[in-house]
Nanobody, 130 residues
Framework: QVQLVESGGGVVQAGGSLRLSCVHS????????MGWFRQAPGKEREIVAG????????YYTDSVKGRFTVSRDNAKNTVYLQMNSLKPEDTAVYYC???????????????????????WGQGTQVTVSS
């Protein structure tokens, strides 16, 4: 059973930065596509960023483009989300997720739909004050 453990959340003022980390416990991290999602109170979970297994392909939702950067270190089984110029509307619980399907790996793709991810972290709270 793969475990994903997020860290790096916290409280920050608007305009500040945070870096989230997510450690994958499995041995096959290098062939797994990863994603970052967030869920604010009363809202549905939404994808924030995705990254292919090689790290060569990335996706960002429009609201974070130019402010957030997703990256991965396959040697450390870790995916990161660098969040700059944070806004109050970025306040949410942030989750990392893993897509271990071989089809995704063979196409070196990222995954957008939450139902296609097979492992999820417990979430880390990010609060941006105005």
């Amino acid at each position: 059973q793969v475990q994903l453990v997020e860290s790096g959340g916290g409280v920050v003022q608007a305009g500040g930065s945070l870096r989230l980390s997510c450690v994958h416990s499995g041995r096959a991290f290098s062939i797994v596509a990863m994603g970052w999602f967030r869920q604010a109170p009363g809202k549905e979970r939404e994808i924030v960023a995705g990254i292919s297994s090689s790290g060569g392909k990335t996706y960002y939702t429009d609201s974070v483009k130019g402010r957030f950067t997703v990256s991965r270190d396959n040697a450390k089984n870790t995916v990161y989300l660098q969040m700059n110029s944070l806004k109050p509307e970025d306040t949410a619980v942030y989750y990392c997720a893993a897509d271990s399907r071989l089809d995704t790996y063979y196409s070196d793709a990222y995954t957008l739909r939450p139902q296609e991810y097979d492992s999820w972290g417990q979430g880390t709270q990010v609060t941006v004050s105005s």
